[in-house]
Protein backbone atom coordinates (compact mmCIF):
# COMPACT_ATOMS: atom_id res chain seq x y z
CA UNK A 1 0.00 0.00 0.00
CA UNK A 2 0.80 3.88 -0.34
CA UNK A 3 0.59 7.29 0.50
CA UNK A 4 1.79 10.28 -0.85
CA UNK A 5 0.12 13.94 -1.03
CA UNK A 6 -0.28 13.48 -4.99
CA UNK A 7 -2.75 11.71 -6.44
CA UNK A 8 -1.26 11.81 -9.53
CA UNK A 9 1.95 9.66 -8.12
CA UNK A 10 -0.51 7.45 -6.72
CA UNK A 11 -1.59 6.48 -9.94
CA UNK A 12 1.21 6.24 -11.63
CA UNK A 13 2.67 3.76 -8.56
CA UNK A 14 -0.25 1.44 -8.84
CA UNK A 15 0.14 1.63 -12.62
CA UNK A 16 3.92 0.78 -12.20
CA UNK A 17 3.33 -1.97 -9.57
CA UNK A 18 5.11 -0.68 -7.29
CA UNK A 19 2.16 -0.39 -4.95
CA UNK A 20 -0.75 -2.99 -4.63
CA UNK A 21 -3.45 0.04 -3.04
CA UNK A 22 -3.54 3.78 -2.50
CA UNK A 23 -4.47 4.69 0.70
CA UNK A 24 -4.91 8.22 3.28
CA UNK A 25 -2.43 8.59 5.36
CA UNK A 26 -4.32 7.78 7.91
CA UNK A 27 -4.96 3.96 6.85
CA UNK A 28 -1.29 3.63 5.96
CA UNK A 29 -0.26 4.25 9.70
CA UNK A 30 -3.13 2.58 11.21
CA UNK A 31 -2.75 -0.51 8.57
CA UNK A 32 1.07 -0.84 8.79
CA UNK A 33 4.12 -2.32 10.97
CA UNK A 34 6.80 -0.31 9.42
CA UNK A 35 6.16 2.66 7.59
CA UNK A 36 8.86 4.18 5.07
CA UNK A 37 9.12 7.74 4.52
CA UNK A 38 10.90 7.76 0.79
CA UNK A 39 10.91 11.56 0.80
CA UNK A 40 13.76 14.55 0.57
CA UNK A 41 14.93 16.09 3.88
CA UNK A 42 12.25 19.03 4.53
CA UNK A 43 8.74 16.76 3.71
CA UNK A 44 10.73 13.72 5.65
CA UNK A 45 11.45 16.24 8.58
CA UNK A 46 7.86 17.64 8.27
CA UNK A 47 6.15 14.01 8.63
CA UNK A 48 8.30 13.59 11.75
CA UNK A 49 7.15 16.54 13.46
CA UNK A 50 3.53 15.67 12.77
CA UNK A 51 4.08 12.70 14.08
CA UNK A 52 5.47 14.39 17.59
CA UNK A 53 1.94 16.01 17.77
CA UNK A 54 -0.02 13.25 16.46
CA UNK A 55 1.37 10.53 17.33
CA UNK A 56 0.06 6.98 15.12
CA UNK A 57 -0.40 3.93 16.72
CA UNK A 58 2.15 1.70 14.80
CA UNK A 59 5.53 -0.50 15.91
CA UNK A 60 8.16 0.80 13.39
CA UNK A 61 9.45 3.36 11.24
CA UNK A 62 11.86 2.66 8.24
CA UNK A 63 12.98 6.18 6.92
CA UNK A 64 14.92 6.20 3.33
CA UNK A 65 17.25 8.82 4.37
CA UNK A 66 20.56 8.90 2.16
CA UNK A 67 23.22 11.26 3.23
CA UNK A 68 21.13 13.02 5.53
CA UNK A 69 20.77 9.98 8.48
CA UNK A 70 21.80 12.28 11.34
CA UNK A 71 19.32 15.31 10.34
CA UNK A 72 16.65 12.69 10.52
CA UNK A 73 17.60 10.47 13.48
CA UNK A 74 18.30 13.91 15.85
CA UNK A 75 14.09 14.65 14.68
CA UNK A 76 13.33 11.15 15.08
CA UNK A 77 14.96 11.19 18.69
CA UNK A 78 13.27 14.01 19.31
CA UNK A 79 9.32 12.38 18.95
CA UNK A 80 7.50 11.18 22.27
CA UNK A 81 7.60 7.54 20.55
CA UNK A 82 11.49 6.41 19.54
CA UNK A 83 11.47 4.28 16.42
CA UNK A 84 14.12 1.91 15.14
CA UNK A 85 15.58 4.64 11.99
CA UNK A 86 17.67 2.54 9.46
CA UNK A 87 19.04 3.29 5.83
CA UNK A 88 16.78 1.19 3.10
CA UNK A 89 18.23 -0.97 1.86
CA UNK A 90 20.27 -2.12 4.05
CA UNK A 91 24.19 -1.58 3.37
CA UNK A 92 24.62 -5.26 3.40
CA UNK A 93 21.79 -5.47 0.59
CA UNK A 94 22.71 -7.39 -2.97
CA UNK A 95 21.73 -6.58 -6.31
CA UNK A 96 21.73 -3.84 -8.94
CA UNK A 97 21.32 0.01 -7.22
CA UNK A 98 21.82 -1.87 -4.01
CA UNK A 99 25.29 -1.52 -3.20
Known sequence: MGYDV???VLVEA???HV??????REELYAESEIV???????????ELA???VEPQDHPGLIVDIGSVKGVIARAGRASATSWP???WPAPS???PGLR
Open 6 to 8: RPE
Open 14 to 16: LEH
Open 19 to 24: IDRAVT
Open 36 to 46: VIAAHLEPTLA
Open 50 to 52: RLR
Open 85 to 87: LTR
Open 93 to 95: AQG
